[in-house]
């Protein structure tokens, strides 16, 4: 039986799929509906790195079971309620995993209360992020989260944000008064309390850091939800000694992406491993339960259009130092790291065992409505939702 199959994403993550989905004796032809005279579409009106790959039908040996949702998509309907980082932060805001935060949207304040305007706040670090900006460009390092103010709304001129529990009208039923702040989007984020920090062991500097966890989602011919996430990850490093003291970005920010631009030799990212890394247990176990939680509280916005399919998103925490994990943001297309070769290598490894562990199941007709493996190659499954049911089903 013949499936369409859609790859979205960055280029290199498209290639390392279909060369694994090859590797494994899936075959490959280009589908009639993507020709144009004869000729395939061409894709010269955008950077390649963002475009999808042509590699879009398979077929998997004589497996005949009718099924369902005959396209396989590497996306998932409503995946924007986990990559968009406001509309994260606004679903999680009072979650133990979420730093303090204040969520700003066209002129208002979203929650209980705004940010204080004066007054000692706990936390020498403030973020003030663009949801819409990348690689740390959006990102504004303060001292008191009333400076945010100075930079989103006039102040002293009766334009001052109002709270409100939704972003569109006041919690007295009065509309917006500022207009230069209409449908923009900001959160105001504190530092996570005691970071855990790296150990240089070149220079002996402690260093800030993050984890970036691959993290697979599958919508199952049943509708049902099931989460992998990968037991290897990627340490990503501020470039400079941890100083709570300083707003200077190279100290702060662990981004890759931004440090590579202050520095193009720029290479510190080591593996977060079950060998050798302290507490990894501990770490990892709490990463799945708020993995899980994640997903609970956001099931009802994905998928909405009931379609088979699978997605890698790539998840980022900092950790504390009594081993507590706090949620960043999640990524919908993650950077496969190609220039670090140790980092490539999680990744493409990752990418590899999605075949087995997403679509694999396809060819099983006892698949239907059998719990799915714990573990995986190198995925341990955290979280596990059946449609309408909302109950996990974890060992």
């Not at 088979?308 to 950790?319: E, M, R």
Request: aromatic share 10%; hydrophobic share 35%; charged share 20%.
């Amino acid at each position: 039986m013949t499936f369409t199959f859609e790859i979205c994403g960055r280029y290199s993550f498209s290639s390392l799929l279909r060369v694994s989905l090859l590797q494994a004796g899936w075959s490959e032809r280009a589908p009639e509906e993507w020709k144009t005279g004869g000729e395939p579409p061409t894709y010269s009106d955008r950077p390649l790195e963002r475009c999808d790959s042509p590699f879009s039908v398979v077929t998997i040996g004589d497996y005949t079971r009718t099924v369902t949702f005959p396209v396989i998509r590497s996306t998932i309907d409503g995946i924007y309620f986990l990559s968009d980082k406001w509309l994260l932060a606004r679903a999680l805001l009072h979650k133990p995993y979420v730093p303090p935060c204040f969520i700003y949207y066209n002129g208002r304040w979203v929650g209980d209360h705004p940010p204080p305007l004066s007054g000692v706040c706990s936390g020498p670090v403030w973020f003030l992020k663009e949801p819409c900006k990348e690689r740390a460009e959006g990102i504004t390092l303060l001292r008191h989260p009333a400076e945010a103010l100075q930079r989103i709304a006039p102040l002293g001129e009766g334009h001052a944000p109002r709270s409100d529990d939704g972003g569109g009208g006041g919690g007295d039923g009065s509309s917006s008064t500022s207009t230069a702040t209409s449908n923009i989007r900001f959160i105001v984020q504190q530092e996570v309390p005691r970071p855990a920090l790296y150990h240089d062991p070149t220079s002996g500097h402690l260093r800030k850091y993050d984890l970036r966890l691959p993290v697979l989602m599958i919508f199952t011919q049943n509708r049902s939800l099931v989460t992998y996430v990968s037991t290897k990850g990627i340490v990503r490093l501020a470039s400079q000694p941890y100083d709570p003291h300083t707003l200077a970005g190279d100290v702060h920010f662990t981004n890759f992406s931004y440090h590579k631009s202050l520095n193009p030799d720029y290479k510190d990212m080591i593996i977060f491993q079950p060998e050798g890394w302290p507490s990894y247990t501990q770490i990892f176990d709490n990463i799945k339960d708020t993995l899980d939680d994640v997903m609970h509280t956001q099931f009802t916005n994905l998928n909405k259009g009931r379609q088979q399919g699978f997605t890698l998103l790539g998840f980022d925490f900092l950790v504390d130092q009594d081993y507590g994990v706090w949620l960043l943001e999640a990524n919908h297309s993650p950077s496969m790291f190609s220039a670090h070769p140790a980092a490539h290598g999680v990744m493409a490894s990752c990418v590899s065992q999605m075949v087995p562990c997403a679509l694999a199941p396809l060819g099983s007709p006892s698949e239907g409505d059998a719990v799915p493996p714990m573990h995986v190659g190198g995925w341990t499954r955290c979280s596990y939702i059946l449609p309408n049911q909302m109950k996990t089903h974890d060992e």
